[in-house]
């Protein structure tokens, strides 16, 4: 037993002797950006099916592993008291510190993994998206886990070789990046106190008039709401008023051409200077009818348009509303399908719409790719110049990613679903563009004089359409219309004093337009420039500042990928509705919006607690944030809920038994009335009536 003892300690001694790989585990946001870790790292790859191991040499072992968008998610009430499952005044105002979070049910295998990968690895990676979403996504795991080992941060926000090899040379400490992950864990704890308060508030409210419907609010969705219905209400009181356009028709050396009437600062003109006065006009018209005319100004200039930028998801899920009635959340669940599925395009979700300069060297091989998975491309393709760097190329002006590309992958467009090829194309159309010629032409503009009036002409020559000839038939394509005064015209040839006549001058009447009702693609554009409806100035360019690194992004509310949600519940919810390619408010979602405080209904909640997060650097900042938006806004809408009545548009029914209201109860066999008296400990009244048909809805 001695001897056999000795030959064991001497085993282990030895073997604890030997020296163990040093070992790094990288985590990044998606697999995409592990892959392309994994093959810049220099050494032997073994892909495991949740992680890739990558052998350097004898004494090193790199492991890539990767979330799937948020692991964990937030308690929710009845996660911290049973009890709170059923909506009750009396638990209002909720507050949970400290808060708690959970592994989410479709990842937990994928978090399991993580966690055993975190006990033996001697080193943390961390490979967050470079925004503070990205930051708090890995960090919020490192926490769940108590990780205390090292942690360094690799920065990077596109997965080209170049990139990454850049990057992973120069990892940083992650501690210098956590407040970004501390503001977006403030945003996402206040975010859900909000929602869970007040929507439980005013559901509770109504539901003593006799609602059955789930009152939503929401720190983005009520602002969007306020937008629709704001809109909704301009459009309707726009009051008409006249205005007046004065035209001439040129004939000056063989040049029959158009000029539109400058007024001078003596006529009467509206806000747009467009004559007002219908008898004004039509004298200024009778003193130019066949009068002499004389050129008294002609500037002709060159000029050229670069190509429309690739798509951000913002621009995609414009396009896609505009040309084929997609809903943002169909736009964006065919790309997550063409780059989950299908691998045929990058990050859909993206907010930018530039490349990296190193993206503009893979070029010849995406383009290859396209034309080999659409052949209806392969003409434009051949037509291109993949030598052409256009403004799209610029590392400088990426956020946490880049524009929605085609990737290299080759595909099989008949493959595809009829939307996913239609969005497919348009996402390769854009491309393709970026090595076209640009599109050319000569600008002239002239000054007519005709009986001392003066008249304004602008002639534009095309002379080479470059990457136009891709967008030629993109009908409705606003941002590539022209002016309606300008005219299709070469007037280049005509000179300064030239004379002709005025062959013909006519006045014709226009009326003004309300802004016009929402489409899909509109309010997607609105929702990215939200600002420009804070009435304070200092908190319109708070949140403008937030966004001034984003292209695309002008003090917006939301996300491009999580409004497509937010306005699908708004539409379940029955606040908003569809109208022909409209998006108007209901009468329910008017009436929720006139009992709103304007902090609740106008985007200036988003810009407010933008300021106050600069501030946030540690979890004991994010809980202040918390309690003093607590203090500020939602103990003080508790109290006013408790004890008034709210004015949300309800069916009604009074109990023929006791004379309360009754509320509308919806079961799984269907809806009907219920006396609210069913729990008066008083007086109990246990009447029901069959619900048939709507009744007429008050306030």
Sequence with gaps: PQAYRRIMIHKLVEG????????????????????????????AVSSKKSYIEVTKQDDQLDIITWCFGHMLSLYDPEDYNQSYKKWNFNDLPLFFMPYQKKPNEKS????????????????????????????????????????????????????????VKRALADLKPNSDFEFMGWRAEARSVADQLFGYNLSRGYTLNAQQQGADDTITLGRVQTPILGLIVRRDRENASHIKSHYFNVKAKLLIQDKLFEGVFIPTESQQVNDSNKLIDNNEANSIAQNCSLQPAT????????????????????????DAARKFGYSLQQTLDITQSLRENHGLITYNRSDCQYLSDEHFEEAKDVLNSVAQTASILQGAIAKSDATIKSRAFNSEKLSAHHGIIPTDTVGDLNKLTDSEQKVYLLIARAYIAQFHPKYTYDSTEIISNVNGFKFKTVAKTETDLGWKNLYKND?????????????SLDLRTLNVG??????????????TQPPALYTIGTLAEDLSRAAKYVRNAQLRKI???????????????GTSATRA????????????????????????????YDC??????????????????????????????????????????????????????????????CGRPMRKITTKNGKFWGCTGYNDKVKPCKATIEYKTTKKSKK
Excluded at 581 to 586: H, K, P, R
Excluded at 624 to 638: G, S, T
Aim: charged share 30%; glycine share 6%; hydrophobic share 35%.
């Design 565 to 592: 949600g937010i306005v699908d519940n708004l539409i379940s919810r029955g606040f908003i509705t569809k109208k022909g390619n409209n998006i108007i408010s209901t009468p329910l979602g008017q009436s929720l």
């Design 475 to 487: 009908v409705g394509n606003v941002e590539l219309q022209e002016d309606e005064d300008t005219q």
């Design 108 to 163: 937990s295998d994928q978090l399991k993994v993580i966690g055993s990968l975190l006990k033996k690895c001697d080193e943390v990676i961390h490979g967050g998206d470079v925004d503070d979403e990205g930051q708090l996504l890995i960090d919020e795991v490192l926490r769940y886990f108590n990780v205390k080992k090292p942690v360094k941060r690799i920065l990077f926000n596109a997965n080209t070789d170049k990139v």
């Design 295 to 318: 050129i008294e100004s002609l500037n002709t200039k060159s000029k050229s348009e670069q190509p429309p930028l690739p798509y951000n998801l913002l621009k995609l899920q414009k």
């Design 543 to 557: 949140l403008q500042d937030r966004d001034k690194d984003k292209e695309g992004e002008h003090g917006g509310i």
């Design 16 to 43: 604890a002797n030997m020296a163990r790989p040093y070992i790094r585990l990288f985590i990044t946001e998606k697999p995409e950006l592990g892959r392309a870790i994994a093959r810049n790292l220099g050494g």
């Design 498 to 511: 030239d004379k002709g006549s005025c062959t013909e001058c006519q006045v014709t009447a226009h009326e």
């Design 596 to 657: 709103l405080d304007d902090i609740l209904k106008y985007p200036e909640r988003s810009a407010i607690w933008a300021a106050k997060q600069e501030h946030i650097k540690n979890q004991d900042d994010v809980i202040l944030f918390v309690k003093k938006m607590m203090l500020e806004l939602i103990i003080p809408e508790i109290n006013r809920l408790k004890t008034e009545k709210i004015n949300i548009l309800v069916e009604t029914m009074t109990c023929k038994k």
